[in-house]
């Protein structure tokens, strides 16, 4: 047999008009659109995210990613008066966090940062891109960026974060905070949702795993057998395992809500079994990646030649999500982070 050709990063793009990147979220959680994909009929249909609960039965499972996104960008001056920018990608200690720098000329090891607050960054170092800062100030952390930071949209939103982004830009179920991007996919939920959800008698469960910014990062290689994913913090937990072996047992299915999910639940496999983990992952998952932990996922619109874009086409097939993706172009679906939903069902509705 002649050897599968690589798959290139090319293989995965496709035209996106501007416009139909989504700025702002709509007044309602609830009121996105859903494309919904019957992988097994090969066919899809048009519906609206509210429909949800209609294509779940009762005993099925919705896993969600419980992350709560750190207002994680600051804004603050170098000793010379060079304006920067701080993004934070990972909180490292109480003080201590590795960061993405906009600024005009890159500080040295040992230079600071002066912040809003008059407190300092000390610039400990560089790794990959990265940089590493101490924070002299005397709260941690975390409270430092809910007292000075602004909540850190996707680098396509053209605007800066206001104030209701604090809120929408945040999953109703989000409790465990250290992201610095949000699970998208959670955004569709609210309250009145999760109620129809229960009353249809599908359950719950929760992951952590706290998104970086490097979720952001463009492929660099060309051929995805070079290519490196960034490394994320995640937790499975022993009674999520339970709930999914139960929900399985019952004949029931596990639909991950978002792609953080899936790499989550897929690190934790081993052989084909879910086992409590917790740890770090880099997992990438491209088209011939054989999946055990999911049997459907709701997720957003993503970028061309992403990894995510990836993702769901080794659950779907290339060329079936591709041809999903233009149907949405050109159905003026809303894309990316504040856009619309697809719900994919690989065995059939």
Do not use: C
């Not at 139909?20 to 009121?31: C, F, K, V």
């Not at 909180?91 to 590795?98: D, I, M, R």
């Not at 992951?207 to 490394?231: E, I, N, S």
């Not at 080794?314 to 856009?339: I, T």
Request: aromatic share 8%; proline share 6%.
């Amino acid at each position: 047999m002649p050897a599968t050709p690589a798959l290139k990063k090319s293989d995965f793009d496709f035209d996106l008009p501007p416009e139909l990147i989504a700025q702002a979220p709509l007044p309602e959680r609830s009121a996105s659109r859903m494309l919904l994909l019957d992988v097994a009929a090969q066919s899809r249909e048009d519906r609206m995210f509210r429909e949800l609960p209609d294509f779940l039965r009762p005993g099925d499972l919705l896993v969600f990613n419980d992350t709560r996104v750190l207002p994680a960008r600051l804004y603050g001056r170098k000793d010379t008066g060079g304006a920067v920018e701080i993004l934070i990608e990972r909180v490292t200690g109480a003080h201590e966090a590795t960061v993405q720098l906009g600024v005009s000329k890159k500080p040295k090891e040992g230079g600071r940062i002066e912040l809003a607050d008059g407190s300092h960054a000390v610039v400990l170092g560089r790794d990959e891109g990265f940089f590493r800062l101490r924070f002299e100030a005397p709260e941690p952390l975390e409270k430092l960026l809910l007292k000075l930071g602004e909540m850190p949209l996707p680098p396509y939103i053209e605007r800066h974060a206001d104030a209701s982004d604090m809120e929408r830009y945040q999953t109703v179920f989000a409790r465990e905070p250290g992201a610095v991007a949000a699970p998208t996919a959670g955004l569709h939920f609210d309250e009145a949702t999760l109620a129809r959800l229960r009353e249809r008698g599908v359950e719950f469960g929760y992951v952590t795993l706290h998104v970086g910014a490097g979720t952001f990062q463009p492929v660099r290689a060309d051929d995805l057998k070079d290519h490196h994913m960034h490394t994320e913090w995640l937790n499975v937990g022993a009674h999520l395992i339970g709930q999914i072996r139960r929900t399985r047992a019952n004949g029931g299915r596990v639909i991950a809500v978002g792609t953080t999910v899936v790499r989550a639940l897929e690190s934790a496999s081993k052989d084909g079994e879910l086992h409590p983990f917790a740890g770090e992952t880099q997992i990438f998952i491209f088209p011939g990646y054989r999946f055990s932990s999911i049997d459907g996922l709701l997720t957003n619109f993503h970028l061309p030649q992403s990894t995510l874009l990836m993702l769901v086409s080794a659950l779907a097939g290339r060329e079936y999500m591709l041809d999903a993706y233009r149907h949405a172009v050109e159905q003026r679906y809303r894309f990316f982070s504040y856009g619309d939903s697809m719900l994919i069902l690989p065995k059939g509705v």
